[in-house]
């Protein structure tokens, strides 16, 4: 028996070591994982062929995995690029519709402006011939204010169309009276009667009412898309924070290192991490909602008593009937101004029959016909323009509170909604059990996915919250018929700000624009030249004082 001793313990063993190589579990393969993180452009030497040990990894779940070091480290960087390509993707949509809309808008402004200028020099030329080419820059400066108006914004319209009245008045007078000679004190004396007599009747008081508040509305709605555009494309770009990515690499990627490379993030898992990482877009949708409710209130005036074509579409006809008014009423005009302005002083007899031919009126403006319209160049009539952008704005309303439910809702981010029990969880293929957060900053605090700083709001986000502050409260004053102050759009604001501790009226907007005062200093000139306020200065020589007393103890 002793020789059969050796043989017999070798088998043994042997057969002890067979079943407990039997015993330890299958390498699972990583072929498919390895293969899909190659496609995407990353090093094949980073992926294992089987499974390994996956103490490494510091967000993925710990045990045996397919993923590498390298691995997670290169994930976390793509999830990041991820995001920020689908939430830019949702964003980009948006903003290209009020870009657009914008830009057809502009044209159509300007073009209706150049279009009522040439019909009125086309016609009055026709009409009034030398009369009127003699005079044409008087015309020519009024449509040159209303462009001014509509681009920069820098005219006072009522005091502009009151300057204009006023001017013509000067030359029709001159020209219904040509027998008398009027100097430059004269005729300022004239045009102060413009209001007390009412030479051209009832029309300069109806066109500056009505010129008013079009052009007030026209540009106000112009500005709030492109307010509308720059607000989207500045909030569009996320860049998420650490805890962010965590969450972002484990939703979309740690699944890849289980091996289930096919199963999606569940719906409310992805919606739990999109509220948190964009938390601070979410906090937008108030004034955002706000700011919608305004522009649309200020669509419906352009759609009706604020219609700017219906105003500058007729204006040389209007004006024509205010010429031919003052004409009708010379004499008792005339005799007005000289009982209050004194006799004027007769031309020699040979100068007044040359300024009798010259100044006689031969005809009367030509009555209006609405289908002569003139087409624009943006090729479409203002109502058409209004309806569309009306359900456009109306489409817009809740973007950012949606943003998250939008962004989950792409195939390439998590499973649809009604897929609860066969998703990536965060942890494995199974329903996700936690119950979603709210929307915006503060609803944060109790988020089972991302850890976010309730007390640290974004300050990008702040400032957009303002701009759209400040230009809803433009829509209400354009709405109302008021005028509007405004700033120079292409002059943004540089400076970084807290958006905290200032009223919506007194805080600096990028968006709000470049004032300039009479005197042609802007807003941030005048800031700077006012020095520091005698009250810092106080506060100032209070700090020293304390200082200078500290260091007395400390040199003892």
Not at 533 to 548: D, R
Request: overall charge negative.
């Amino acid at each position: 028996m002793a020789r059969f001793g050796f043989p017999a313990l070798f088998c043994t063993l042997a057969a002890l070591s067979a079943a407990l190589l039997a015993a330890e579990p299958k390498s699972k393969s990583c072929s498919e994982v390895r293969r899909l993180y190659v496609s995407k452009g990353f090093d094949k030497n980073d992926a294992p062929m089987h499974e390994i040990n996956g103490d490494h990894l510091k967000i993925c779940l710990q045990g045996y995995t397919c993923c590498s070091q390298e691995m997670e480290e290169k994930y976390s960087l793509q999830s990041k690029e991820d995001f920020k390509s689908v939430v830019s993707e949702q964003c980009n949509h948006l903003q290209a519709v009020f870009a657009s809309r914008y830009k057809k808008f502009d044209e159509f402004f300007k073009e209706l402006l150049e279009n009522a200028e040439k019909s009125l020099n086309d016609m009055f030329v026709k009409t009034y011939g030398h009369l009127y080419m003699q005079n044409s820059e008087l015309f020519k400066d009024l449509f040159e204010e209303l462009k001014r108006y509509y681009v920069a914004g820098n005219v006072n319209l009522e005091e502009m169309l009151n300057d204009f009245w006023a001017r013509l008045l000067e030359r029709m007078f001159r020209l219904v009276n040509s027998q008398y000679h009027f100097t430059d004190e004269y005729l300022e004396c004239v045009s102060k009667y413009t209001e007390q007599l009412k030479p051209f009747g009832d029309v300069p008081r109806k066109l500056k009412l009505q010129v008013t508040r079009a052009f007030v509305a026209a540009r106000t709605f112009a500005q709030g898309l492109a307010v509308a555009r720059d607000v989207v494309s500045k909030v569009s770009v996320v860049n998420p924070t650490t805890q962010c990515t965590h969450a972002l690499v484990k939703m979309m990627y740690c699944s890849h290192c289980q091996g289930l490379v096919t199963v999606k993030p569940c719906y409310n898992y992805c919606s739990n991490i999109m509220r948190g990482c964009l938390a601070n877009q979410g906090d937008l949708d108030l004034e955002w909602n706000n700011f919608i409710d305004a522009m649309l209130m200020v669509a419906e005036r352009l759609e009706g008593p604020f219609n700017i074509e219906s105003v500058m579409d007729p204006i040389d006809v209007k004006i024509s009937d205010a010429i031919m008014n003052m004409q009708e009423n010379s004499v008792q005009v005339s005799q007005k101004v000289f009982q209050g302005c004194g006799p004027p002083k007769p031309l020699p007899a040979g100068r007044i029959s040359r300024s009798i031919s010259e100044g006689t009126f031969s005809a009367r403006f030509r009555p209006f016909h609405p289908e002569e319209r003139p087409t624009t160049a943006a090729g479409t009539s203002l109502d058409r323009l209004v309806t569309d952008v009306k359900e456009k704005l109306k489409q817009a309303k809740k973007f950012w509170s949606s943003l998250p439910s939008s962004v989950c809702n792409d195939e390439r981010m998590a499973a649809g909604s009604g897929n609860e029990d066969d998703c990536w969880n965060g942890k494995g293929q199974s329903r996700y059990l936690f119950a979603v957060t709210g929307n915006g900053l503060a609803n944060q605090g109790n988020n089972p996915e991302v850890q976010v700083d309730t007390s640290k709001p974004d300050i990008l986000i702040l400032r957009q919250v303002m701009a759209l502050r400040v230009m809803t409260s433009k829509m209400k004053n354009a709405y109302n018929g008021n005028d509007v102050d405004f700033f120079d759009i292409s002059d943004e604001s540089s400076g970084e700000g807290s958006g905290s501790g200032c009223e919506s009226q007194q805080c600096p907007s990028e968006f709000e624009y470049n004032a300039t005062d009479h005197s042609g200093k802007s807003a941030n000139d005048k800031a700077s030249s006012a020095g520091v306020p005698t009250g810092a200065w106080a506060y100032l020589l209070t700090i020293f004082c304390i200082l200078s007393l500290v260091m007395q103890r400390e040199w003892r």
